[in-house]
């Protein structure tokens, strides 16, 4: 037990890595329950062969992976594939999205990797919140392996490892790590993070008092379809209803006011039922936009559309505040700022509050948020601006090992802007989103961000 809790402390000590913004935690648990439909397709390669079948197996995979980056699959009971690309540049990055804090993400993170080491022989694995090579192999000798799996599973339950790292402790596979990080860059995301904690409590006492005004309003200024609409989307956001159940709702609407939605051609897909032709990923960059749609057309005066917009604003706010925003809320957020005045939605709010007799009180406290909006941008924008490092620092060390495929491991949220760099450079891509079926600790995940940021990265 001494030489246990020994090994354990060595191991602890090293544990300084960064941190993945990843996708918010409740919208990544949906949307799970969604990519789980389609795990038919994601079938595990047999592997019952002789060593020297299993090296010449892997030498053909990774020519076929080269050829068609399609050819990839990663077991069902792991994750999902949920979008590919094929390159010209001879070069494959294999995403796969962080999902910071869970456990069962990240056990499941650690089989999609050992099945691509053993299919595809794919060694290198590239990480966000990590700048340097340093791994844990040279602990290998200190303990057996089931020694080693226990430290390593308590560690990854206490949010201290990741899968990676789970993997590179508790296996003997040949694993090679690099971190992608730009120190820098990623040192400004860590100061805005604990900048943001010093008023994110009062900032979401705000937001939430005026989130609550909004919807004691909403029955004296929505129409039926809105009311319809907005108690949709809460039910599904509450979990009372499903996915499926909230867009046929939407749906219905759509096809009652006669609504054009041949922009948002996975929503139709997925309305009728077509699974197995439909790109999730696409289908969920369409929500926000055609959610916007349908409000524009069933919305009949100027009140009903700005207390829409508020709304939206708030609930937006609510989630920077949690660091629980999905891109496409972000790009939303960027392309309408005027939207996110706190002093206008409190103005709003309280003139139609008098006007409607509620007597509802507003709280005068807008500059909670609206003082801290450029330290919140900040943390957002810093975040975005790692990327690029990202991208280029996978690209400096396979091109130093010489080598085609690589893993990359970055939250959800950077999934867009990296795939569209990825794909700028000419690199096949597949995008692995590994399954998830438990809630994350949300103060598990928020001091495990504090936690990881406050020593920097190695």
Known sequence: MKKLLQVLFVISLGCIFGVSLCYAETVWEKRQKVLQDQNEQNVSVPNETTPVEQEKSKSVASELIEENPFNITVPAEYGSVIESSKGTNGKLIVHIQDAHANYEAQKNIAGIIESLIDNYNITLVLMEGKATDRDFKYLRYKAPLDVRKDIADNLLKEGIFNGVNYLDLA???????QGVEDKNLYDINGVALWDMD????????????????ADSIKPKIYNAELLAMDKAKKDYEDETISLSAYYKILDDIIKKKNISIEEFPNFAVFVKGEIKDLNINSLF????PLANKIQEAISENDDQKALYRISKALS???KMLNIKMVPEEYDYFLKNKEDFDPQAWADFLKTKSDEL?????ISNNYYAVSDNLPTIEKFYSSAIDRENAFVRKSED????????????????????????LLNDKAYSYIVISPKVT????DNLYRQTLKRQWAPGIE
């Open 316 to 318: 937006i706010m609510d």
């Open 285 to 288: 960059k369409e929500e926000l």
């Open 397 to 420: 060390r396979m091109n130093k090992d010489n080598i085609k495929s690589a893993i990359l491991i970055a939250g959800g949220f950077h999934t867009p802007t990296l795939t569209q």
């Open 357 to 361: 007799g509620l007597g509802i009180e």
């Open 438 to 441: 438990t809630k994350t600790d």
């Open 171 to 177: 296996s003997s596979y040949p694993i090679l790590i």
């Open 198 to 213: 010093k008023f994110k409590d009062i900032a979401l006492e705000y937001v939430n008092k005026l989130t609550v005004a």
